[in-house]
């Protein structure tokens, strides 16, 4: 691998490595990947304001590694992967919100290992948190409809209404039927 220093778009950048056989599965990576929208390297006209006009294949063309998957930009220090449309944020080591490093269930490239049954039962973290859950359950229980922004009757003229891709709010207060 040759780890030299390039500079693209304005930034520097430094062959980072490749993906291991473990790694290298496309929804694990897609789970570790997010939009830098600072860096604001992508296809004009993409979903965030291009700030340098990106393309995947001059990337490559300026990179003196054509074989990496992951580079590292000198200015902010964070790690890239090159995509089609944008050059995204990868993000080592996305430990979810109940897991702990200290716990000999943790995988440093898989995260926890342990399924969310065995969480409640086994993790010394995660089982404090069963007995919120089951009050939560318990309050739920006799709920028979869970009205949402998608079957209400203001949906388009709602100013607390989510914006596309963000998640919908359940028993809202406002909600009317259609």
Known sequence: MKKRIFEYGGFHFIPERKFTPKENDFFKISRQQCIDRNLGFCVPGYIYESKYNYSYESFYEAAPDKECDLFRCVESGKLYLPCENDLQEYIENKRRKDECLD????????????????????????????????????????ITALHDCNDCGIKYKCKFAPEPGQVVRINCPLWVDK
Do not use: R
């Open 103 to 142: 716990c000999g269930c943790y995988d440093p490239i898989e995260g926890c290992v342990l399924t969310s049954t065995e969480k409640q039962e086994n993790c010394p973290k995660c089982s404090e948190s069963s007995v919120l859950l089951s009050d939560y359950k318990d309050f739920f229980e006799n």
